[in-house]
């Protein structure tokens, strides 16, 4: 979702929710764009993905 224009950026379907599977996402989704911060539902499989991605978490 971007928070200035509150519009939903980038949104998949996929089999599995695991590492590698979100870890791809992010990085497809975000690529070639201005990031800020990132806000998730702090699942513990998240905290590796964003913090090799540059964000604090």
Do not use: R
């Amino acid at each position: 979702m971007d928070a200035i224009s509150n519009c939903i950026v980038t949104d998949a379907i996929y089999d599995k929710e695991d590492e590698t599977t979100v870890a791809k996402f992010l990085k497809e989704s975000m690529a070639n764009k201005n990031k800020k911060a990132i806000t998730t539902n702090l699942d513990s499989k998240y905290h590796q993905i964003i913090i090799k991605l540059g964000f604090k978490h």
